[in-house]
């Protein structure tokens, strides 16, 4: 057994170092590998896998909303970069450039994407004329590139993989509509398929997207009490469409400037499953994320029958779910322990004496609870069980994300919680950015969201200046 609990014990406890708790997972789990590139990681199969996953649900949404997928170019001028002022300036300091091409410099340097308004905006203006070409809803799956000086994996890299949507309306209320959808379509996501509460939000006017008339935001709470962004949605109105001249003709034969938004999520979602339900075995991933939702693991499979057996319950169950057998020759415990590394959803222990008595016994991968399932129920049982893991382990962050809500109605009560309480503190604010950079500067702490479901005005006056208030913030240290 001793043996056995290296996979684990690898693992520093997250009440130890949780920074270091999360690399060991990430790594153990076999999620990602450094490259020799600096900042830039390689997605392993493992991690890969839930990417796909994500990116297969996320697609199927958007679809239904009448997204259709594009792809454009990596490389964006610098020309034409500069058009829209607030925008670069945003980006400037995390922008990496190509000068030379093959042994030639290039007459204009050419950025390596960070995100890709500029190039859909030179894209609108060529292919809108009319309002008959309106609305264009567009969205491409690609990877973008920040030179970021600090990096972390999946939260924080110098490349990383995302999906960028940039759509173009003929009036400001289309605009809002779809720039609120998309926000929706992000939280359901986030709430139904990876069991992670969000708070939806807008972004104050520092904390918006460089460029946007208004940034919207999903807001999750890790467990150690940070907050993570989650997923964003930007209404740039028509400031975009000014600064490259994207107009069309209206019924009326008058020429109107068209109203833009963009919404994005990345691969930092897998962080955050990681934060949210990991423990200290490894990770512990939602059935409906999960790449593998039940492992079998056969016991004694040298045994007559006993192998056998279990390739037809894998085969059997795999019409139901994500199946697997781990037919390797490790011994049993080990197999646990990796299963629970790689946070598989249920296991599937099947012995000589289960075989004989008909049954199996499957163990939750969050509560370790052992249930005994008839062999000739599986096919109805699993999936039943997958879904009460999937909506426990939502009900398990949701009071795990409730309890660690705090209220400040005073600057000195703030400060008391930034600096003793992990969460999200609840306060009012007056709206100048001077309180909001003093909250910053003085306790490392920033403004998350204005809340779209949260309303209450727990104070009449600002948390940190005293002066009157109206708008409810939900303030956090973040990653």
């Known amino acids: 057994m001793a043996k056995d609990k290296k996979l684990v014990e690898a693992i520093t406890s997250m009440e130890e170092d949780f920074a270091q708790w999360y690399t060991d997972v990430v790594r153990k789990a076999e999620l990602i590998d450094y490259s020799s590139v600096k900042g830039c990681m390689i997605l392993r199969p493992a991690g890969y ?80 004329q009319s309002y008959r070409d309106l609305p264009k809803v567009y969205n491409q799956w690609c990877s973008v590139v920040r030179w970021e000086k600090e990096t972390r994996p999946f939260l924080r890299s110098r490349e990383f993989l ?39 939000g807008q972004k104050t006017e520092k904390e918006k997207f460089a460029g946007a008339e208004a940034t919207y935001t999903i807001e999750a709470l890790m467990h150690d009490g940070k907050a993570l962004q989650s997923g964003t949605s930007h209404n740039f109105g028509n400031g975009f469409a000014k600064a490259f001249g994207i107009q069309y003709t209206d019924k009326d034969n008058k020429l109107q400037y068209v109203y833009q938004t963009s919404w994005g999520m990345t691969t930092r979602l897998i ?47 795999g019409k139901v779910c994500r199946a697997k057998l781990d037919d390797s020759d490790k011994s049993p415990g080990w197999k646990f322990s990796e299963q629970e590394m790689r946070g598989i959803p249920v296991r599937i222990e099947l012995g000589p004496k289960d075989i004989a008595a008909g049954k199996c016994v499957a163990v939750r991968r969050d509560t370790r609870e052992k249930i005994e399932i008839a062999l000739d129920e ?37 400060t008391t919680i930034a600096n003793e309480k992990p969460g999200f503190i609840r306060a009012m604010w007056c709206g100048d950015q001077a309180c ?44």
């Open 49 to 128: 896998a839930i990417w796909e996953n994500i990116q297969h649900e996320l697609d199927r949404r958007f679809k239904e909303t009448g997204v259709e997928n594009v792809y454009l170019p990596l490389f964006i001028p610098e020309s034409l970069l500069e058009k829209e002022k607030d925008h670069v300036e945003g980006f400037a300091p995390e922008v990496a450039w190509v000068t030379y091409g093959g042994l030639n410099q290039l007459p204009e340097r050419l950025c390596v994407r960070p995100t890709s308004e500029t190039l859909f905006c030179d894209f609108y203006k060529n292919i809108i």
């Open 162 to 200: 995302w999906q960028e949507g940039h759509t173009a309306h003929a009036t400001a209320e289309e605009a809002e509509q779809r720039t609120v959808q998309m926000l929706n379509v992000y939280a359901d996501f986030c709430e139904e398929v990876l069991a992670m509460p969000v708070v939806r």
């Open 271 to 317: 962080g955050a499953i990681i934060m949210v339900h990991g423990d200290d075995s490894g990770l512990v991933l939602p059935p409906r994320i999960a790449p593998v939702q039940a492992m079998v693991i056969p016991i004694q499979q040298q045994k007559d029958g006993v192998l056998d057996t279990a390739k037809e319950v894998c085969e059997r169950i």
């Open 378 to 414: 599986l096919e109805a049982k699993l999936p039943e069980l997958l879904e009460q893991i999937q909506k426990d382990m939502f009900a398990r962050a949701k009071a795990h994300r409730d309890a660690h809500i705090w209220d400040a109605h005073n600057y000195e009560e703030f």
């Open 436 to 479: 909001e950079d003093k909250i910053k500067e003085d306790l490392a702490v920033t403004s998350r969201c204005m809340p779209f479901n949260d309303q209450e005005h727990i104070s009449d006056v600002c948390v940190c200046c005293g002066k009157p208030a109206h708008k409810l913030v939900y303030w956090g240290k973040a990653y």
